[in-house]
């Protein structure tokens, strides 16, 4: 089973809300990523947890923040973004170590009005 | 700066023919490799992975990796109208750091 769930599947939010989207996976991975993907174009990393501890920022904008709570799940907290941050968040797992196959949840469409 | 670049195409194959996906990276500490699917309005879809120069093989798929020359390729047999979709490829570093780099990905059509 290869399988990470994330929800809400579309969300759509106002730039003065605060919203969050929510990762989860039961395959034992202990590294967890966020990547943001724009139409047409390739994934881009945000945010990487090893073994719960966030090891790669990849200098994203502080109105995004993210959360490990355990080992099977992961956050991305969302507040006062901008309708350029309309986009599909795709939260992925893997074991750690770079030898390992990273799986990739259906993501969360996210727009911003 | 750590780049991987692909042809965005679009590359059109007739039905029943090899399709032959190219990619090149720009990290030569890259240890591992991956070719995913990805259909209009989804999520990316592992298709391949690998990590040893030389071929890989899975069903109608064939991966090749030759890190002398930075370089990873993908080969669909019989393509299919469904193996129609933009094909990413990623690499993953080593040396401690993680995520994966992806190209832009080429947009592969199969024409019936």
């Known amino acids: 089973d290869t399988e990470v769930t994330q929800t809400p599947k579309h969300l759509v939010m106002g730039m003065t809300n605060k919203k969050s989207l929510k990762c989860e996976q039961h395959m034992g991975h202990r590294a967890m990523y966020w990547y943001k993907q724009k139409a047409k174009k390739p994934p881009e990393l945000m945010f990487v947890y090893s073994y719960e501890k966030l090891s790669i920022n990849e200098s994203v904008p502080s109105r995004f923040s993210p959360e490990c709570p355990n080992s099977s799940l992961l956050n991305l907290h969302l507040h006062a973004l901008q309708p350029e941050d309309s986009a599909l968040y795709l939260c992925?797992?893997?074991?750690?170590?770079?030898?390992?196959?990273?799986?990739f949840g259906e993501g969360s469409w996210l727009t911003v009005v | 700066q750590k780049e991987v670049e692909q042809n965005s195409g679009p590359l059109s194959v007739p039905e029943g023919a090899i399709a032959s996906l190219n990619c090149t990276y720009s990290?030569?500490?890259?240890?591992?490799f991956f070719w995913y699917r990805q259909y209009s309005g989804k999520s990316p879809e592992l298709i391949m992975f690998i990590y040893s120069n030389g071929d890989k093989e899975d069903g109608r798929f064939t991966a090749q990796l030759n890190k002398a020359s930075q370089y990873v390729s993908l080969l669909i047999r019989d393509s299919q109208p469904s193996d129609s979709a933009t094909y990413l490829c990623a690499v993953r570093p080593g040396g401690g750091a993680d995520g994966l780099t992806f190209g832009k990905g080429t947009h592969l059509i199969i024409q019936p």
């Open positions: 990290d030569r500490g890259s240890q591992s």
């Open positions: 992925a797992s893997s074991q750690a170590g770079a030898g390992n196959t990273i799986y």
